[in-house]
C-alpha cells in the first residue's frame, strides 16, 4: 500500500506544480539584435516613477532567497535609501526588483548585472525613465540623458520636433552581455511622455 | 523472557529526517559568499510496541523518547558549491528490562557530527527556479558511547542524497533521495544502511513585500527502510518506515522558522521495536 501512495507522490512531482506555473524559458540572445526585437516583453511592464530602475529578474520566487540579492544591490552607490527602506524593493510575485535612484549618474548595468547573478539569479530586463535630446546616430536613433556618457539607441524614431526639443521616454533595456561599456545601449520604446 | 526483553530494549536510531535536510531549511543562502545558521529542536516520544507491523500489548511499559536540539551551519562559495556542518546535543531516555529489572537508561551529550558538501545545479525560468543537488554526507563519531544508552555510535558513517526541488511563487516541491552506509561502531552497535525518500510539497499562500515576510505551509512525506543491524544490547534495529506531516514556515527578512509533525503513517520493524511515534521538529534560522 506504501509503495502506491510513494509512486503517487513521485508521479504528482514529476508533474510539478511549481514548473508547471513557470512562463516558458525565452530563448537566449547573445548577439546585439534590434532593440524592438531583443526586448519583446514577456512580462508586464511596470508604470515608473521618477528616478527609478525596474528589473525584470528570471527565477526570483523567494523571498527569503533573494535576501542576498537585496543584500548585494543595496551596496550600489547612488541609492536614494529613504525609498522601500534600502533603496530596493523585491516583489517575487512579479520577479522584478526596484531600485530607487538618488543622482542622475549613469546606470550601472554591468554591476547590476553582475550582483544578481552573484546572488543566483540572471537580470532580463532593465526598465526606466530617460529624459534628453534625442539625435540620429550611424545605427538609429539616440537618446542621451542627463550623462553624456551614456547614450541609448532607440529602436523607433522620434518625432523631429519631439527630437530637437528633448524628450521622456520609458525603454526596456536588455540582452546586455558582450556590450562593450561605451557603445550606445539598445532600448526599446515602450512609452513617450 | 527474552520477548519482555527485546520488547523493554527496543531500539530506534536516533538520528533521522534531520539526515536529509540541509540548512537553512534547504533554501538558503543561495548567494555567494552567503552563511547562515539554525538552530532546530526534534522531539518524539512513544510507547507504542511493535512486531513486524503488528501492534503489541506493552505490559513493561517500554518507552522510548529522544530530545535532539541541531546546531547547523552553512556557507554557500557559489550557489552550485557549498558547506554544511551539522551538530547534535541529544536527551535520550528508554525502559529497559536488565536481568529481570525495570530500568530507565539515559544519555545525554553531544552526538555525532554531520559534514556535507551539497552541490547543486541550478535553472533560472521565467516565474520559477529550480535544481538538481547531489549531496557527499560524512557522519564523525563525536558522539560518546559510555552512556547507559549511548548517543552516539562511535562509527565514521557514509552518505549520499540526491535531491530535485522546484519552486514558483506559489508552489514548493521538494524530493530528495538519501543513503547512508552506516559503519560498524562500539559496543556491538553496528546499525543497518539506510536509505530514504523525502518529499516536501509547499504552497505559499501569503507574502508582503515591503517587509519580505510570508508564510507558507507544506506537506512533507517521508519513507526510508534500515536495513537490519543491532544496537548496543544486541537486540534487532531497522525496518521500514513511512511519515506523513504537515509542516509551518515562516519569514521575515533573512529569518526563517519552521514547525512541523509527522505522523506515523506505516511501520513495518524487525523483530520487536518501540514506534518512532509522532516526530516534532521546531527550528529557526538565519542568513547573512
Known sequence: ?193 | MRRVSGVALAVLLWAGAAWAHQPVMDMAPRWAGGYGAQVRQEYRSSDTLLRGDDEQPNPQGARRRVSTTWLEGIYTFTREVRATIKLPYVDQERSAVVNGVRQKLRGRGLGDMVLAVPLRKYWNLEGATANIGLTPQLRVPTGSTRDDDPVGDGSWDFGLSGSFSSESFRWYTLVDVFWWKNTPGRRGIDQGDLVGLDVNLGYHPWHDNEHNAGVFVMLDVEARYESRGTNAFGFATGGTRLGVGPVLVGYWRNVMARAEAKFPVYERVFDTQVSRGVQLNVGIGVTF
Open chain 1, 1 to 193: 500500500m506504501h509503495r502506491s501512495i510513494l509512486l503517487g507522490l513521485l508521479v504528482a512531482l514529476a508533474t510539478s506544480p511549481a514548473l508547471a506555473e513557470a512562463d516558458p524559458m525565452p530563448g537566449h540572445d547573445p548577439g546585439h539584435r534590434h532593440a524592438a526585437e531583443a526586448a519583446a516583453p514577456t512580462t508586464s511592464t511596470p508604470d515608473l516613477a521618477d528616478r527609478t530602475l525596474a528589473i525584470d529578474v528570471r527565477g526570483m520566487v523567494c523571498s527569503f532567497c533573494a535576501h542576498g540579492l537585496e543584500k548585494g544591490l543595496s551596496k550600489l552607490d547612488g541609492l536614494d535609501t529613504d525609498r522601500h527602506g534600502d533603496g530596493v524593493l523585491v516583489d517575487i510575485e512579479a520577479h522584478r526588483v526596484t531600485l530607487a535612484l538618488a543622482t542622475t549618474d549613469p546606470i550601472p548595468f554591468a554591476d547590476i548585472t553582475r550582483r544578481i547573478e552573484k546572488a543566483g539569479y540572471d537580470a532580463t530586463r532593465f526598465h526606466l525613465r530617460v529624459q534628453g535630446a534625442v539625435d540620429d546616430g550611424p545605427e538609429g536613433p539616440l537618446l542621451r540623458g542627463s550623462h553624456p556618457a551614456q547614450a541609448f539607441l532607440l529602436d523607433a524614431p522620434v518625432a523631429e520636433a519631439d527630437a530637437a526639443a528633448g524628450v521622456q521616454l520609458q525603454v526596456d533595456v536588455a540582452n546586455l552581455a558582450g556590450l562593450p561599456e561605451d557603445a550606445p545601449i539598445p532600448a526599446a520604446v515602450h512609452a513617450t511622455r
